[in-house]
Nanobody, 123 residues
Framework: VQLQASGGGLVQAGGSLRLSCVDS????????MGWFRQAPEKEREFVAV????????DYSDSVKDRFTVSRDNAKNTVYLQMNTLKPEDTALYYC?????????????????WGQGTQVTVSS
């Protein structure tokens, strides 16, 4: 399994970005997909997660109502639409996959990780 995240960049506060993560696995719909982020000198934190069918999602309180996670199983891709970005959203964003039908917020519960894409929000 290889995960390739993209879509990061520099944006002003209040702006939007959409991250994408392509998964090489042939059984993409069998995997729960998550997004995590890590800011400098901080621990990696949960952002959002989506179940295999796309019908189940969960978000951290800090991004709820601003970020939306979605997936296109035909394209083996998971997305993170980020709106109303804040400087505190600045971090390296990772996608991860979990071979399970149960969503999770725990990073330790994910089996595969992408390389990360940098999101920088200026004030």
């Amino acid at each position: 399994v290889q995960l390739q995240a993209s879509g990061g960049g520099l944006v002003q506060a209040g702006g939007s970005l959409r991250l994408s993560c392509v998964d090489s696995t042939r059984t993409f719909s069998n995997f729960v997909m998550g997004w995590f982020r890590q800011a400098p000198e901080k621990e990696r934190e949960f952002v959002a997660v989506i179940g295999g069918s796309g019908s189940t999602t969960d978000y951290s309180d800090s991004v709820k109502d601003r970020f939306t996670v979605s997936r296109d199983n035909a394209k083996n891709t998971v997305y993170l639409q980020m709106n109303t970005l804040k400087p505190e959203d600045t971090a390296l964003y990772y996608c991860a996959s979990r071979r399970s039908v149960v969503i999770s917020r725990r990073a330790s519960g994910f089996d595969y990780w992408g390389q990360g894409t940098q999101v920088t929000v200026s004030s």
